[in-house]
């Protein structure tokens, strides 16, 4: 666990780093911060009955490939790079958001990101450790009662994870726009 916490904080100091490289040019018009979008973001009419089946149709797929990639041999190998291309992301963002907006740019970062993550990010939690549960599974390759019960656990999982899933697809299609048109008020 130290191992990959260590791996994941550098590779969001190497975000830092990638975004202080390339300067503030590259940042001013890097999609979801460019001034523009936020400016438009602050009056558009977003409808979380709309935006909830695009994202849906967005974050579900890729989480159920993932975690199908991730059962096979390199299982350990995807996870760990879908979270260092996540760490990498934020770093790298939070570093445009900063050169763009000043200290107000925190402030921002966290509307992107409030309060859908706070289940996408148990979510991940779960995902990492239920995968080196089932790598255990498999390693142990104990018969009878005692496998049964692993297999029910980590169905459990499964499940937990579903719901998870669902509710920050939902609380990002419906709470997010409202929480970042806020931020961005106050920004402004």
Do not use: C
């Amino acid at each position: 666990m130290k191992k990959s916490t260590l791996l994941f904080v550098l590779i969001f100091l190497s975000g830092v780093i990638s975004a202080n490289v390339l300067g503030v040019v590259s940042g001013k018009e890097l999609g979801a911060m460019n001034e523009y979008f936020i400016n438009q973001y602050l009056y558009a009419d977003i409808s979380g009955q709309e935006l909830f089946p695009f994202l849906f149709y967005e974050r579900v797929p890729k989480f159920i490939l993932l975690l199908f990639l991730s059962i096979g041999i390199y299982g350990t190998f995807i996870v760990n790079g879908y979270i260092s291309y996540l760490s990498f992301s934020v770093g790298f963002l939070s570093v445009i958001a900063i050169m763009n907006y000043g200290m107000k740019g925190i402030l921002l970062m966290l509307g992107f990101f409030f309060p859908q993550w706070l289940f996408y990010v148990p979510l991940l939690a779960l995902w990492y450790y239920e995968l080196r549960y089932y790598k255990g599974i498999t390693k142990e390759a104990q018969y009878g009662e005692q496998k049964n019960k692993k297999h029910i656990k980590l169905a459990v999982s499964f499940i937990l994870a579903g719901i998870l899933l669902f509710l920050g697809v939902f609380l990002e299609s419906y709470v997010n726009p409202f929480v970042l048109q806020k931020i961005i008020r106050i920004l402004g």
